[in-house]
């Protein structure tokens, strides 16, 4: 089994920036995909950036640039961040951890999710 912890989210000003953490423990495997998810009111919940167990990345268009994401590989767990510059109000949203396995699709586990929220 798969946990997911996620940590960080808040309440900040457009510009500002925040860093979000994700624990992840359980068993890990060589197609394995990290990434944080996004749902804002009334909308989809939709990728905001992902990291393959080889370190390559992937970007919504809407926060390239902005966001950063890494991970830190430890013997039994797998912390990865985001770390999230130059927020805007479109960035409100509940931010969720995800791993998922790019060719088993029952291998797909979610975090509890983390409140971001950006005033103007």
């Known amino acids: 089994q798969v946990q997911l912890v996620e940590s960080g989210g808040g309440l900040v000003q457009a510009g500002g920036f925040l860093r979000l953490s994700c624990v992840i423990s359980?068993?890990?495997?060589?197609?394995?995909?990290m990434g944080w998810y996004r749902q804002a009111p009334g909308k989809q919940r939709e990728l905001a950036a992902s990291?393959?167990?080889?370190?390559?990345?992937?970007?919504a268009d809407s926060v390239k640039g902005r966001f950063i994401i890494s991970r830190d590989d430890a013997k039994n767990t797998v912390s990865v961040y985001l770390q999230m510059n130059s927020l805007n109000p479109e960035d409100t949203a509940v931010y969720y951890c995800?791993?998922?396995?790019?060719?088993?699709?029952?291998?797909?586990?979610w975090g509890q999710g983390t409140q971001v929220t950006v005033s103007s």
């Open positions: 995800n791993v998922r396995h790019n060719l088993f699709q029952n291998r797909n586990y």
């Open positions: 359980g068993k890990f495997f060589s197609g394995d995909i």
């Open positions: 990291i393959t167990s080889g370190g390559s990345t992937n970007y």
